[in-house]
């Protein structure tokens, strides 16, 4: 339920599968240590729906009629890499969003940042859809999303999720694959992230948007939903934000990360990018020329890519996503696509 048909003979042309292929075996493994829930977290919300497995290695988030629920670093991080193998619901998931993602929300309430992988639930036999974002000082009528597609199902097996946070760039990975990359530019400005997160894991009912646009509801007849986390990963250098702190401490932190194999995007990684990107990739803001007649400054304008997409950034044609409009809406923490059941 809810996955993709993958029968060749039936819907995907060869070419399709040989992509799967080049996106999946190009990955050099990460190198990186993991820990357990006990040693970097801590709840957030809903605690009678946050189950740790008896060695505090594996994590499980439910959302019923009642409440959601989600965990936080116990720390915060000025830049970092964060990570987790996830599994996503399953069956029917229409109404429900699964976040993966690091924000200051809760200490700098009108100058946030925030990076996000947000997971798009649907109705069964239709597939997961997400969205990645980023905001910068509060600048949350400028979002930066992204909508994509996945090659795989997310509710099947765990596929590892991350996000490096650095000074100079921000890339977001599914497994070992880039699926997205922003390097600063100075004309960002506050735009960029720059001030120490927590990262968080959070699953809740957002019926007012995630499915068609609010159309579709999250059905409690399924519940409780379920997403999983297992191997955590926080890498980076942890600081108070509400202390004077002298940022230049965290130099060797900083420096050891930018050592680290998943912050250089190889040869092989941005082909896989570029990809990932030109298949599943099926909304960006830095086409949506009716929103931003100006691209934002960090936007790489991939001529080949921007003849697919039309005036409002979403795809001219081809598939499930003919014919479809956006409507740009801002919500409580991210602004978001109104989308149709694909």
């Known amino acids: 339920m809810g996955c993709l048909n993958f029968s060749p003979s039936k819907t995907l042309a060869p070419s399709f599968f040989l992509l799967l292929f080049f996106i999946t075996n190009i990955a050099e493994a990460f190198n990186f240590t993991t820990i357990s829930f006990d040693e970097g977290f801590s709840h957030l919300f809903g605690d009678g729906n946050i189950v740790r497995s008896p060695d505090g290695q594996n994590v499980r988030l439910l959302l019923d ?40 929300a809760d200490v700098f309430e009108k100058t946030h940042d925030e990076l996000d992988f947000e997971f798009l639930g649907n109705v069964a036999g239709k597939p997961w859809r997400f969205q990645t974002n980023l905001y910068g000082n509060g600048s949350t009528s400028r979002g930066r999303e992204e909508r994509y597609r996945l090659w795989f199902d997310p509710s099947k097996e765990f596929h590892r999720y991350s996000i490096l946070w650095t000074s100079r760039n921000i890339i977001f990975y599914i497994d070992e694959v880039p699926i997205r990359e922003v390097i600063r530019k100075e004309e960002m400005g506050g735009d960029y992230p720059s001030k120490p997160m927590a990262l968080y894991a959070t699953i809740w009912d957002a019926s007012n948007w995630a499915t068609n646009g609010g159309k579709v509801k999250a059905n409690y007849k399924y519940a409780p939903f379920v997403s999983d986390y297992k191997d955590l990963v926080l890498e980076g250098c942890p600081v108070d934000p509400i202390q004077e702190f002298p940022f230049s401490a965290c130099y060797e932190s900083d420096s050891r990360i930018a050592n680290k194999d998943y912050s250089a995007v190889t040869p092989s990684r941005r082909a896989a990018m570029r990809k990932f990107r030109q298949r599943f990739m099926y909304y960006s803001y830095c086409y949506d020329t009716i929103r931003y007649p100006v691209p934002p400054p960090e936007c790489v304008i991939v001529h080949d890519e921007q003849r697919r997409f039309k005036d409002t950034g979403r795809l001219k044609f081809g598939g499930s996503h003919k014919g479809q409009k956006r409507h740009s809406r801002r919500r409580s923490r991210t602004s978001v696509s109104e989308d149709p059941v694909i």
């Open 65 to 104: 009629r009642y409440t959601g629920a989600g965990f936080i670093s116990s720390s915060m991080y000025n830049h970092g890499f964060f990570s987790a193998l996830i599994k996503l619901p399953a069956d029917y998931t229409a109404g429900i969003c699964v976040a993966f993602y690091t924000s200051n």
